[in-house]
């Protein structure tokens, strides 16, 4: 076979992998190939159908999901018992991350849209981790570290905006005391 072509489908074959989806992740973007290698045997892949439930608001956390494909909504019932839709995620984008290091009921529901594959995760995985290849998880744990600080700071400056948006929006004599 002609090497130019060999070289297409090895391409296309390598950014099918699984190492290739978790690398392009930001938590996962400065793992080594080696590092690459054992996360890819530690997480869990599962096959939802359309409209699955993934966890429910309540669930005991417990670790993280990746949307390698597929779509999934982060929603929570209001008071009429209504869903309310938080977020929509596609594929590269994760949810639950607050839970890999710190168990807590989940504040939300998660659901799919459409038949999605999903990577997962667990607390569990990681603390075994640490135990076997200690580099490798405090490398994990940075990554995580950086996105949450990252999401922490985008939400502080967005309520900051909300907040300034609003107090346009009020005169002092429109306050009842």
């Keep these: 076979m002609d090497p130019l072509w060999t070289n297409i489908f090895r391409k296309k074959l390598a950014e099918e992998s699984l190492a290739y989806f978790l690398k392009n992740l930001?938590?996962?973007s400065e793992l080594s190939p080696r590092a690459l290698t054992t996360l890819e045997e530690l997480v869990h892949v599962r096959s939802y159908k359309?409209?699955?439930?993934?966890?429910?608001?309540?669930?005991?956390g417990s670790g993280m999901y990746m949307i390698r494909s597929g779509s999934v909504e982060i929603y929570a019932k209001n008071e009429d018992g209504v869903d309310d839709e938080l977020a929509r995620l596609t594929p590269g984008d994760f949810f639950g991350?607050?839970?890999l290091t710190a168990p807590a009921p989940r504040s939300a529901f998660a659901r799919t849209l459409e038949t999605t594959e999903?990577?997962?995760?667990?607390?569990?995985?990681?603390?075994?981790?640490?135990e076997r290849k200690p580099s490798i998880s405090s490398s994990i744990l940075l990554g995580l570290t950086r996105v949450v600080s990252e999401r922490l700071q985008a939400a502080s400056l967005e309520i900051r905006r909300l907040q300034n948006q609003i107090g346009e929006h009020v005169s002092p004599e429109s306050i009842e005391t």
């Design 26 to 28: 930001p938590i996962f």
């Design 97 to 99: 991350e607050t839970t």
């Design 118 to 130: 999903l990577v997962g995760l667990f607390r569990a995985d990681i603390l075994e981790l640490a």
């Design 50 to 60: 359309a409209h699955e439930t993934i966890f429910e608001e309540g669930d005991p």
